[in-house]
């Protein structure tokens, strides 16, 4: 879910939901700034309802990378 202009989090390495940030499992910290909150929130509720539903269809760049820092380039999205 994308939670910032600057990143896209994979919600099964979060160890913790605050109203203005993401904690990591491995501590860091990710911000959730406020035209992302209302789907950061709809998407960790709905995350956490299913959490023990299998991963295997995702693309396993999303399961290796608990946080991917994007850019926006000429008006598309760049991912690394």
């Not at 789907?39 to 309802?49: D, G, R, T």
């Not at 269809?57 to 598309?76: D, E, R, T």
Request: overall charge positive; some cysteine; aromatic content about 12%.
């Amino acid at each position: 879910v994308q939670c910032h202009r600057s990143f896209i989090i994979n919600l099964s390495y979060v160890r913790e939901y605050h109203r203005d940030k993401f904690i990591l499992q491995d501590g860091s910290e990710i911000p959730i700034s406020r035209p992302f909150s209302k789907n950061v929130k709809l998407a960790f509720e709905q995350y956490s309802s299913f959490a023990e539903a299998s991963f295997s269809s995702c693309p396993k760049l999303f399961i290796q990378h608990p946080a991917i820092p994007i850019k926006i380039k000429n008006k598309g999205v760049v991912i690394g």
